[in-house]
């Protein structure tokens, strides 16, 4: 068994189709392919499903995962401390970031880190909490830019930034509100807010019932993006921690208003207590938090 075998393995595991592992593997479709079978030849056992539109893996694939996804990742702990020995700082990170970062601060960050650290290799994946946690258990990220988990996680956290939650609308819609808000004042109000997929949702239904109240929100969409545009366009109001929607603030197409009492969220970076963070990860926990301390200053003159 070969560690390149190994690679191509995952690869397919975690994206289900020959076209995206290559992709991932900046190689060719058939070099995936010539090297499961030749994996499958050698362990004797079929490891992939072949379905019309994409590859699942069979019950010995799943084992086959489990048992070599920490494997490779131990060989790629070690290259990088090879890698890193004298200060230098090379290697790959996997790392998941949800919408509400990953819409603004996150560009910022990745234009500062890449410029510094060439020799790091990054892969981003958008998605929610609750699946990042699921996938740095099975070594499919190394970090996770993420709410702080309001249930009990085996993964150690580094705090990132606490922040307040803000109505946010259109500039001519705000006009017509006093601030501060309280929950009650905008339960009464047109609101679109994140689904209950979202790790913010969680944190608006619990202080909706420490107020004694429920929102019944007229639209609801995953997408924060969707809700930053449809704001802009509407008198509809939402409630999201201002740096999701930074840039709008910063020009002045959105604004945020005051909420009490306050509603905070903690953002964190989880990590893998098995394999811990690796230098190169440390200095993007770091660029981040600059990058989203830097993104909220501007939020200090804009909320109010």
């Not at 590859?55 to 070599?68: C, K, S, V």
């Not at 880190?113 to 190394?142: E, I």
């Not at 604004?255 to 009490?260: L, Q």
């Not at 440390?282 to 003159?301: G, P, Y």
């Amino acid at each position: 068994m070969e560690l390149r075998q190994i690679r191509y393995f995952i690869a397919l595991y975690e994206t289900g189709s020959v076209t995206k592992a290559a992709h991932r593997l900046n190689v060719v479709q058939p070099a995936v392919s010539m090297q499961i079978s030749k994996l499958e030849e050698e362990l004797g056992q079929v490891l992939f499903e072949r379905l019309p539109k994409g590859m699942a893996p069979t019950a010995a694939g799943e084992q086959a995962y489990h048992l070599l996804a920490p494997i490779f990742q131990e060989f790629r702990s070690a290259r990088e401390r090879i890698e890193n020995f004298g200060g230098r700082v090379a290697g790959q990170l996997a790392v998941g970031v949800i919408a509400s970062v990953s819409n603004n601060a996150l560009s910022e960050c990745l234009q500062g880190f890449c410029t510094r650290y060439p020799d790091v290799s990054m892969r981003v994946t958008g998605g929610y909490t609750t699946d990042f946690l699921d996938m740095l258990q099975v070594g499919q990220l190394d970090i996770a830019v993420i709410n702080q988990p309001r249930t009990r996680s085996n993964a150690p956290v580094i705090e990132l930034m606490s922040e307040r939650l803000a109505v946010i609308c259109a500039p001519e819609t705000g006009r017509g509100l006093r601030a501060p808000l309280r929950l009650q004042d905008i339960a009464q109000h047109k609101l679109v807010i994140p689904s209950a997929r979202h790790g913010l949702r969680s944190i608006l239904d619990q202080a909706a019932s420490d107020a004694g109240i429920r929102l019944q929100p007229s639209l609801e969409f995953d997408e924060l993006k969707t809700i930053e545009d449809f704001v802009q366009r509407t008198d509809f109001l939402t409630i999201l921690p201002p740096i999701a929607v930074h840039r709008a603030l910063r020009a002045g197409s959105l604004k945020a208003v005051a909420i009490v009492p306050e509603m905070t969220r903690e953002i964190v970076c989880a990590y893998s207590s098995r394999r811990g963070l690796s230098p190169a990860g440390k200095l993007f926990v770091e660029e981040l938090r600059a990058s989203m301390t830097a993104a909220m200053h501007f939020e200090s003159h804009q909320d109010s």
